[in-house]
Nanobody, 120 residues
Framework: QVQLVESGGGLVQPGGSLRLSCAASGSIFSINSMGWYPQAPGKQRELVADISSSGSTNYADSVKGRFTISRDNAKNTVYLQMNSLKPEDTAVYYC??????????????WGQGTQVTVSS
């Protein structure tokens, strides 16, 4: 009933930039928080950045000063601006959203993932 669609991944050289987008659609009453979770091969999915409905942000130490998360509440969309990319940022990036439906139930949804590869 709710879909998250990511876009913006790709191949970039070290030091380059990418901007990821994630749009939520479907049976949405309100969106609580949205975030990005990269998963590298053989590793667990871990939070790098999230943003609350009021705009408060939280970043992993590894991306502070390089990544910026933002959201457009009117479009139910979250963005991740990634600058000064490093090879260790290579992963499939999954969008996560915690969404209230019309009866007040909070559920967690995941996107399909978008590949980010940082390599020369």
């Amino acid at each position: 009933q709710v879909q998250l669609v990511e876009s913006g991944g790709g191949l970039v050289q070290p030091g380059g930039s990418l901007r990821l987008s994630c749009a939520a659609s479907g049976s949405i009453f309100s969106i609580n928080s949205m975030g990005w979770y990269p998963q590298a091969p053989g590793k667990q999915r871990e939070l790098v950045a999230d943003i609350s409905s009021s705009g408060s942000t939280n970043y992993a130490d590894s991306v502070k000063g390089r990544f910026t998360i933002s959201r457009d509440n009117a479009k139910n969309t979250v963005y991740l601006q990634m600058n000064s990319l490093k090879p260790e940022d290579t992963a499939v990036y999954y969008c996560n959203a915690k969404i209230y439906d019309r009866v007040g139930i909070l559920r967690t949804y995941w996107g399909q993932g978008t590949q980010v590869t940082v390599s020369s």
